[in-house]
Structure formats: structure tokens, C-alpha cells
């Protein structure tokens, strides 16, 4: 990784007040070297297949059968 050329990551290693640098940390942290973003192989597959607030899902929570609930609604 190259160094970053952007003139406030200079401003890291300065002697600033304390209240100016409070006032600036929030833009000398974004421009800090960060780490790579991982790829989605590294994260692993995190989106559900079916939805945690599913009508099914909600019934077998509160010990309703799904298929009775759904034939009543269709009377």
C-alpha cells in the first residue's frame, strides 16, 4: 500500500491544541490507512434464506400450526 498523499494525514504526527485536535480527529481517522476490505468468501454467507419475520416463522414461534392458520383465513 502507498503512502497516502492527502496534506491532512500529515497533520497525524503534529503537535496540535488539544481542542483543535479533538475538532479534527474525526477527519485525521478517515484518513488513516485502513485494512482491506474483506471479500464475501471471508465474511461468509450471512443472508437468510428465508425471512426471521415470515408468517411461517412467526407461527412456529408462538406454537401455531401454519397450515390450520392458513385455512381458517381462506373461510
Request: glycine share 4%; hydrophobic share 30%; proline share 12%.
Amino acid at each position: 500500500m502507498s503512502e497516502p498523499s492527502h496534506p491532512i494525514y500529515h497533520l497525524r504526527h503534529t503537535n496540535l491544541d488539544p481542542k483543535l485536535a479533538l475538532r479534527l480527529a474525526p477527519f485525521l481517522n478517515a484518513h488513516r490507512p485502513h485494512s482491506p476490505i474483506p471479500e464475501r468468501e471471508l465474511l461468509g454467507d450471512r443472508i437468510p434464506n428465508q425471512s426471521p419475520v415470515g408468517l411461517k416463522n412467526l407461527c412456529s414461534d408462538v406454537g401455531i400450526d401454519y397450515n390450520k392458520f392458513k385455512a381458517k383465513k381462506k373461510i
